[in-house]
């Protein structure tokens, strides 16, 4: 049986890796997704209690400041709420950014009694872009959120329609 010699081929195959690598993530995400480098963003978002205003900066393009801001004052029942997040993007696609983030929000809730607390989430989440609709975005995230709400602590599931947003970014 004779032996075959791979010295060169097995190089060739370990310089394309490394190149391949490289290209991935060190000059591939500069060229993918949707650059919303210093780009300011007004919009709405959704939230387990109702509808909030939102508004995104993008200081970088790995990186997203968020921040909610949410109140009803019915009669029977009223919230309010404030939340500050940071998205860390991860994927970028042609019309599409993939994101990791941490939300901290203050809410006050009053029914039959009322109770205000602070939750903490960990959230994934996309946001995309209509082709012809460039400046805006939709939103949506899922995640487990910690919330201490009066006495009562819970962890729960976080997402759906309750994470839906749409931003215009100027």
């Known amino acids: 049986?004779?032996?075959?010699?791979?010295g060169k081929g097995r190089q060739s195959l370990l310089s394309v890796?490394?190149?391949?690598?490289?290209?991935?993530?060190g000059v591939g995400p500069l060229s993918w997704g949707k650059d919303l480098n210093q780009r300011l963003g007004i919009g709405t978002q959704s939230h387990q209690l109702g509808q909030s205003a939102l508004i995104q900066y993008h200081p970088s393009r790995n990186f997203t400041w968020a921040g909610q801001l949410g109140f009803d004052s019915g009669n029977?029942?009223?919230y309010s709420f404030f939340a500050a997040s940071l998205r860390r993007n991860l994927i970028y696609e042609y019309h599409l950014?993939?994101?990791l983030g941490m939300k901290l929000s203050y809410q006050?809730?009053?029914?039959?009694?009322?109770d205000s607390g602070f939750s903490l989430a960990a959230t994934a989440?996309?946001?995309?872009f209509l082709q012809e609709l460039e400046n805006l975005g939709w939103v949506i995230e899922l995640g487990v959120e910690l919330l201490t709400l009066g006495n009562n602590t819970q962890i729960r599931t976080i997402g759906g329609l309750q994470q839906l947003g749409i931003v215009f970014y100027f």
């Open 17 to 25: 890796t490394i190149l391949g690598i490289l290209i991935l993530f």
């Open 97 to 99: 950014n993939a994101f």
């Open 108 to 114: 006050n809730f009053k029914n039959v009694t009322a």
């Open 76 to 78: 029977t029942a009223s």
């Open 1 to 6: 049986m004779k032996q075959i010699h791979c």
């Open 125 to 128: 989440g996309v946001e995309f």
